[in-house]
């Protein structure tokens, strides 16, 4: 069903649960508004460790998620993906090369609303790096550098804890949105715009896109309870 600009009014809903069969295994029921019931209720492996379920990405009927900060400091750090249409999932690995350790910052975004991509702030350098996810037609992946984006570039020279990362695909370009512990930033991918937003006054920082994200979901509003 469209709505008119492009969008579609039906959706799939996902709902997550832990259980305690075993840590990487959660339950996952879907919803599907054309079949107006849930049409999916499976355990499927998430991995180990803790999701950031606030950051998804969805791009061709995927799901991704990231681990949590928390998480990375114990486990290897790895993406999970699960595909609506096999129902299934699968925990990505980012490439070996990169080496990510405990006071990096790893985040995921959508890259030209096509693929996923990984953002990996190295403190210890001060350098974002945006590695791309490729597939090939027998499933394998691989990952190909897009950007690397230093703050001294930028004119960042004063020290700066990045607590939190992500892009926004706005208009005919993308974004980098970061923010530390006092202030938000942006960086455009097209033309190396950079601009403070302003301040944050907020020690924790966690940045959640929501522009553009707001759509009404089927003709009329339903009443469901999961099972």
């Given at each position: 069903?469209?709505?008119?600009?492009?969008?579609?009014?039906?959706?799939?809903?996902?709902?997550?649960?832990?259980?305690?069969?075993?840590?990487s295994?959660?339950?996952?029921?879907v919803?599907?508004?054309?079949?107006?019931?849930?049409?999916?209720?499976?355990h499927l492996?998430?991995?180990?460790?803790?999701?950031?379920?606030?950051?998804?990405?969805?791009?061709?009927?995927?799901?991704?998620?990231?681990?949590?900060?928390?998480?990375?400091?114990?486990i290897?750090?790895?993406?999970?993906?699960?595909?609506?249409?096999?129902?299934?999932?699968?925990?990505?690995?980012?490439?070996?090369?990169i080496?990510?350790?405990?006071?990096?910052?790893?985040?995921?975004?959508?890259?030209?609303?096509?693929?996923?991509?990984?953002?990996?702030?190295?403190?210890?350098?001060r350098?974002?790096?945006?590695?791309?996810?490729?597939?090939?037609?027998?499933?394998?992946?691989?990952?190909?550098?897009?950007?690397?984006?230093?703050?001294?570039?930028?004119g960042?020279?004063?020290?700066?804890?990045v607590m939190?990362t992500?892009?926004?695909?706005?208009?005919?370009?993308?974004?980098l949105?970061?923010?530390?512990?006092?202030?938000?930033?942006?960086?455009s991918?097209?033309d190396?715009?950079?601009?403070?937003l302003?301040p944050?006054?907020?020690?924790?920082?966690s940045?959640?896109p929501?522009s553009n994200?707001?759509?009404?979901?089927?003709?009329?509003?339903?009443?469901?309870?999961?099972t």
């Open positions: 069903m469209n709505d008119g600009d492009g969008v579609k009014k039906d959706y799939k809903l996902v709902y997550l649960s832990s259980t305690w069969v075993r840590n295994l959660r339950r996952c029921q919803y599907d508004s054309v079949a107006k019931m849930w049409t999916m209720d499976k492996n998430f991995g180990g460790g803790a999701i950031d379920l606030d950051h998804p990405v969805v791009y061709d009927e995927t799901i991704f998620w990231a681990l949590v900060q928390e998480s990375r400091m114990m290897k750090p790895y993406v999970v993906a699960f595909d609506l249409r096999t129902e299934c999932t699968q925990i990505i690995r980012p490439p070996e090369r080496n990510i350790v405990a006071s990096d910052i790893i985040g995921i975004g959508k890259w030209e609303g096509k693929s996923l991509c990984i953002i990996h702030y190295r403190a210890s350098s350098v974002f790096t945006l590695e791309l996810m490729e597939k090939s037609s027998n499933g394998g992946i691989r990952w190909v550098t897009m950007h690397e984006i230093s703050l001294d570039r930028m960042l020279k004063e020290p700066l804890d939190s992500l892009l926004n695909e706005v208009a005919t370009t993308t974004l949105v970061f923010a530390t512990h006092e202030d938000v930033y942006t960086y991918i097209k190396g715009k950079f601009k403070k302003g944050l006054g907020l020690c924790l920082a940045l959640i929501y994200t707001l759509r009404p979901c089927g003709q009329r509003e339903e009443l469901f309870e999961a």
